[in-house]
């Protein structure tokens, strides 16, 4: 079992930042990828960014130069560092990790970003 706890959402406006945090417990030797999903009122729940167990990251070009996905994994924390944050931005975000020989992902509870002027 893993689990996931995000914290770091808040209020913000329009171009200021925040940074997300995901804490990791549990059964954690075995992920292959942590990554983060933001999911819009009345929206599906889609990708944002992630980061693999070799370093590698991906993100969602509607984040692209302004998002960066970390670890610390002395700390089994994964960060999202959000910048230039715009209205459209607004979502729960929820903390993903995918692990090697399981089929279900483990989720977090979420974390609420409200970007508004």
């Known amino acids: 079992q893993v689990q996931l706890v995000e914290s770091g959402g808040g209020l913000v406006q329009p171009g200021g930042s925040l940074r997300l945090s995901c804490a990791v417990s549990?059964?954690?030797?075995?992920?292959?990828?942590m990554g983060w999903y933001g999911q819009a009122p009345g929206k599906q729940r889609d990708l944002v960014a992630y980061?693999?167990?070799?370093?590698?990251?991906n993100y969602a070009d509607s984040v692209k130069g302004r998002f960066t996905i970390s670890r610390d994994n002395a700390k089994n924390t994964v960060f999202l560092q959000m910048m230039s944050l715009k209205p459209e931005d607004t979502a729960v975000y929820y903390c993903n990790a995918q692990v090697w020989g399981k089929t279900n992902d483990y989720w977090g509870q979420g974390t609420q970003v409200t970007v508004v002027s």
């Open positions: 549990g059964s954690n030797s075995g992920i292959r990828r």
């Open positions: 980061i693999t167990s070799g370093g590698s990251t």
